[in-house]
């Protein structure tokens, strides 16, 4: 396998083991929200989205209908995911 195939299925592990975690967390705290019990920090969830989990987190959001109210929350996931989309075009210019 090239170099370039390597780098890519590294990128796609990442993001898949990442939205993993966040989905997972986001599950956490959507049951810890409804069984009144100790949360998942907001700035948790946003940090596990920027560092390429937010594809897992979109799918929480969507499935679990967590976290999809909150404006502010919304602003602040979406410019993670903005931030986290850059940040990785960025790097992937640098080969």
Known sequence: MNAPALNWLW????Y???SVACFIAYAI????????????????LLLLGLA???PGGL???RW???KTIQTSFQIAYWCSVVLN???VGWL???N
């Open 11 to 14: 990128l796609a592990s990442l």
């Open 16 to 18: 898949g083991a990442a």
């Open 29 to 44: 705290d959507k049951s810890a929200a409804i069984g009144q019990r100790r949360r998942i920090p907001e700035r948790t």
């Open 52 to 54: 390429c989990g937010w």
């Open 59 to 61: 799918l929480a959001q």
């Open 64 to 66: 679990l209908g967590h």
């Open 85 to 87: 989309v850059a940040a």
């Open 92 to 94: 992937c210019t640098l």
